[in-house]
Structures are given as C-alpha cells and as structure tokens.
C-alpha cells in the first residue's frame, strides 16, 4: 500500500549551469509529494499522517521555504531538489516496516521529477558535490 503527503514551498533560485532565463534569480511555488509503501499497523496506518506532516515541516520545509535555494544546493533543479529532500527524509521513514517509494517535485503546475530509490542511489554523489 502507498500513501502520498503533498506539500508547498516557495523559493527562489537560479541556475548557475543553465544558459536561459532561468540563470537569472527568480522564483516557484513549489509542490513536493512524499510516497511511502507500507503494511497498515494496529491502527489501520502505513503511517500517521500528521507525524508525516511534523516530519515534512521539521526536515523540509523549515529549511526551504523562503529560502534562496542555492545557498542549500549549488545547482537546485527541480531533480536535485527531489535528490535533496530523499536525503534529509529517508532516514525518518525507513524502518524496516515502510519505505519511503518515490519523491516528486513540480516546479510548475505542469512540470515535474519523480525519483525513486534508485535514482538516489545513482546520483547522491553528485547531490553531494553540489551541497
């Protein structure tokens, strides 16, 4: 069973890589999703959905919100910022009972990153050099 808690943020960023408009400094109304697979306990939950919620503001949303995102991440697209919030959540939720499955990001209505386990573990080294 998976369950999702979404979120918003907003932030500005620029990307200093990137040649376009968007290496200028602007800024989104990010939404973010948190997927997380698990077996119901006793009380019918994969887990409660307010302790996602305190979890969510403490580790992800007291650090980005209203923030300029560069000062967390060097080169903070949509991909690296979905990389960065696995990173600061995963270990809050994975415990052997429920996994954390999938983390997206949209950048716009439209627009979004959907990464998994797997995508972490191959580009968390370069989430690192950029942090």
Same mark, same amino acid.
């Not at 907003?10 to 698990?38: M, N, Q, S, V, W």
């Not at 949303?61 to 000062?71: E, I, M, P, Q, R």
């Given at each position: 069973?998976? %369950? ?13 890589? $990137? ?10 109304? $990010?939404?973010?999703?948190? $997927?997380?697979?698990? !077996?119901?306990?006793? +009380?019918?939950? !994969?887990?409660?959905?307010?302790? %996602? ?25 949509? +991909? ?16 052997? !009972?429920?996994? %954390?499955?999938? !983390? ?28």
């Amino acid at each position: 069973m998976i %369950l999702k808690r979404e979120f918003t943020f907003d932030a500005a960023h620029f990307l200093p890589d $990137y040649h376009g408009k968007c290496e200028k400094l602007h800024g989104h109304t $990010y939404r973010g999703a948190i $997927y997380i697979e698990g !077996v119901p306990d006793e +009380e019918g939950m !994969v887990m409660d959905f307010v302790e %996602l919620k305190e979890l969510i503001q403490e580790k992800i949303l007291s650090k980005l919100d209203h923030a300029c995102l560069n000062d967390i991440i060097r080169q903070p697209s949509a +991909e690296y910022i979905a990389l960065w919030i696995w990173r600061e959540i995963s270990p809050f939720i994975n415990d052997g !009972v429920r996994a %954390l499955k999938h !983390v997206q990001v949209w950048e716009s209505p439209k627009s979004s990153v959907l990464i998994d386990e797997k995508d972490f573990k191959d580009f968390c080294d370069r989430l690192e050099a950029l942090s």
